[in-house]
């Protein structure tokens, strides 16, 4: 057997090392206090003590991530997505998604807003001044701060690992003589670096997503409330010129068929009956020469 190295020694003193600390880190989340060996006098055993720390609880501010959904009858569409789209700007907020179309003769759309988490209220109540009935509205609420919190945590444990493995891999370049261990080091530094910008990105979407509320909206129009013929929206010019261009269209349609027929049939045609008749007097006269 080899010799051990004394940059081995060193590697699996410092891994020991963070295994202990991480231990201890949990334990420490946990709430769990350190267990401490008191030594008792000379004319006493020694006994094991588990002293239990009190820590004060630490004030977690709620993150709550607030999504509304609402359903609402208007008498103009088009109006009321534009007033609502101009009134959750002027708060702050953005339309995400949008979608407009017509049912017959009705005029429906769908709307994704974001709008300040503090003001989600306020924009509901607007929203429902602008419609003529309210047919469904919910808010749900998830709270998310037990994560965020958790996931701070997380980040703070792997970052000091990150700090050890660097200090690690700063020893493994100056004193190994193996790429091996250079490189083992180095991709445990890429691991953890990899889960802490996991970890940050998954803080930064909750801390988005809790600064800003979501509305689904679903606006309808009253059926009852729209005109029987609606302005300009029956004009007999209009009529007269889209009946000319679908004769036009079928004029066109006739005179390009005709074209291909005296172009390119009958020549093809033509030439076929050519070949046909010349090859029924050939037979014939062979036949006229036999008798």
Sequence with gaps: MRPTSRVEVIVK?????????LSLSCKNERGEAPVTDTVMPANQSVARVKTQG???????????????????????????????????????????????????ELM??????????????????SIRGLAKRVDNESISSEDVSQEYVDLQS??????????????????????????????????????????????????????????????????????????????????ALVVVKDAVRALVGSLQSIATVAIWVLIYVVPIFGMIALVIVAAWTIARRLRARQV
Excluded: C
């Design 13 to 21: 003193k410092i891994i020991a090392l963070l295994f202990v600390l």
């Design 154 to 235: 997380h980040v703070r444990n792997l970052e000091a690992t990150e700090t050890e493995l660097l200090a690690l891999l700063t020893v493994a370049r100056e004193r190994s003589k193996k790429a091996s261990e250079v490189l083992e080091v180095h991709q445990e530094v890429m691991n953890i670096r990899g889960q802490i910008e996991q970890a940050k990105g998954r803080l930064s979407y909750l801390s988005q997503v809790a600064a800003m509320s979501s509305i689904s909206l679903e606006v309808m129009p009253d059926a009852i409330a729209q005109p029987v013929v609606e302005p300009g929206g029956w004009q």
């Design 54 to 104: 009190a820590a004060p609880a630490a004030t977690v501010t709620p993150m709550m991530v607030r999504t509304a959904q609402m359903r609402i009858v208007v008498t103009d569409t088009m109006k009321t997505v534009d007033a609502v789209t101009r009134s959750v700007e002027a708060l702050g907020g953005f339309v995400t998604g949008s979608n407009i179309w017509r049912e017959g």
């Design 108 to 125: 429906r759309a769908t709307l994704t807003l974001r709008v300040p988490s503090d003001k989600l209220t306020g924009t509901l109540a």
